[in-house]
Every structure is written in structure tokens, then in C-alpha cells.
């Protein structure tokens, strides 16, 4: 692809959280055959910065929701954060690639924060679908009220498909999981990243074409894997929203990070 003539941001996974002992059909939809089908679940946000500029993509969950879910935190995101010198109060951009409970909690802990989300995931978070249990399940009211609050706190930025918010980061709306989830592509120093967030949440979700369950439409969902490879310099250019083994395959952020942060921004150390 043709290398855009901008400065690069810097790229960071933060794991908080994980979810060990899953079973091949909590992660792939149907009868698999897989190796990796019983992966555990790790559970990240992510940081895009170059310079001044900082964007925190998500905002995980805390350990109330922990605990009714049945997830171990590991970490509570604002620590996470401030190991990479961020204050989660002072952040000003947040992007929430979707609205369910471990992307979208925590809001009120970003005081300064304009939040970046499609239309589609806001109309569809609080509207006629949410009146089916099974299609509410992974949001958590509360967090689905405090984002209205800041919609009428004027706190709330929407999008209605692909936007550049600066040169050298954009959003994409690809849906599948949910109806408005996006895709966050990232101009690093090795080239177009695509933080993939739940659009596959391991990397075989991606490598063999088989959803992951907790879906609003299986064909969104599978043609938003083949979007993210387009956006994507490579297929080691995207960065799945749950895969633990982003942790093995990158290098830390440095040695106080280790085992927490990762650098996606340059070439993984493992295949």
C-alpha cells in the first residue's frame, strides 16, 4: 500500500483482564474442528498516540462487572492507562468501537472525554433488539445509560460509516457483532494497522472463516474479516479484539510492562 507522507502513531494494546476455561462453541459458532477452538479470552483496550495526540480505543470493564460476569481483572483499566503515563482523566478522544460491557464500561472515569461511535451502535444498543434477553446479554444497562448521559452532555461524537478523524487514524463500520461496530486503521511506523476489535475476536475467527456466536448478523460479520484484511497492510497487520496470544506475538512496551502492555506498532516477534 502507498505510505501516506504523515508522522506514524504509536500503537499499544493494554490487557486488563481474561477468561480462561472457554469451550470450543463459546468461540466459534457450530461444529469446529480447530486447534485453537477453546482458546481462553484475553481482554484489551488500546492506545493510538503521536505526540499531543491521544486516543484510548475502549474502555473495558471494572471488577463489579467482573464479578458478575465471572472474569478475572487482572488490572483496572485507569492502572493500565497511567503504566503508559495516562491519565484517564484527562484523556480527550475515546474511541468505543462498540457498546457491549467490555468496551464500554468506565465511562465516567474519562471526565474530559469526547466519545467516538457509529449511529448504527448507538441506535441499535438502545433500541427494539434490546428487548430480546439474548440479544442484550453482553451490554450492561448502566453502562448503556451513562453513554446516553453524555449524549446529552454533549460528550458524544457520532458517525455514520468511515471516518477520518485525523490523517493517519480512521474509523470503519464493518457491523457483524454488533450492528454498528467499528474498526480502528492506524498509520504506525510499520505500516496500516487495523485494531480489529470484536470484528474477530481471536485470530481464528479470521484465519478460517468461522464466526465467533455472540453475533447480529453472521454475513456482516464474515464480510467484515475480509474488510479488515483489505485496510490492513498484511494479515499480521491486524490485531483481533480477544486473541491472548497478541501478548506472545508482540514485544512489551517496556520492561515495567511486561506481561501488561504491548507495542503493535512494530513487527511482530513471533508468527
Request: proline share 4%; aromatic share 8%.
Amino acid at each position: 500500500m502507498h505510505a501516506p507522507d504523515i508522522e506514524p502513531f504509536e500503537l499499544l494494546a493494554i490487557q486488563y483482564a481474561r477468561h480462561t476455561g472457554r469451550r470450543p462453541h463459546e468461540n466459534y459458532m457450530g461444529h469446529v474442528d480447530l486447534h485453537d477452538a477453546a482458546s481462553d479470552l484475553a481482554y484489551y483496550v488500546w492506545v493510538a498516540r503521536r505526540g499531543g495526540e491521544t486516543y484510548v480505543i475502549d474502555t473495558g470493564f471494572d471488577e463489579a462487572a467482573a464479578v458478575k460476569r465471572g472474569r478475572e481483572l487482572m488490572m483496572p483499566v485507569h492502572e493500565g492507562l497511567a503504566r503508559v503515563s495516562i491519565d484517564v482523566a484527562a484523556v480527550e478522544d475515546v474511541i468505543l468501537t462498540h457498546l457491549h460491557y467490555d468496551h464500554a464500561g468506565t465511562l465516567e472515569q474519562f471526565a474530559s472525554a469526547r466519545f467516538h461511535i457509529q449511529d448504527a451502535e448507538s441506535a441499535y444498543a438502545t433500541g427494539r433488539f434490546m428487548s430480546h434477553a439474548a440479544m442484550r446479554a453482553p451490554y450492561d444497562v448502566e453502562d448503556v445509560v451513562t453513554f446516553v448521559r453524555n449524549v446529552y452532555g454533549g460528550r458524544v461524537v457520532f458517525h455514520q460509516g468511515d471516518a477520518e478523524l485525523v490523517p493517519g487514524l480512521s474509523l470503519h463500520l464493518v457491523g457483524g457483532h454488533t450492528a454498528g461496530l467499528q474498526v480502528v486503521r492506524v498509520w504506525t511506523r510499520r505500516g496500516w494497522v487495523v485494531v480489529a476489535s470484536d470484528a474477530s475476536h481471536l485470530y481464528g475467527n479470521m484465519q478460517h472463516g468461522v464466526p465467533f456466536p455472540i453475533v447480529h448478523n453472521v454475513g456482516e460479520m464474515l464480510e467484515g474479516h475480509r474488510r479488515v484484511l483489505a485496510l490492513a497492510d498484511s494479515a499480521d497487520h491486524v490485531i483481533p479484539g480477544h486473541d491472548p496470544l497478541v501478548m506472545e506475538r508482540y514485544p512489551a512496551y517496556s520492561a515495567h510492562c511486561d506481561g501488561w502492555v504491548v507495542r503493535l506498532d512494530v513487527d511482530p516477534v513471533h508468527a
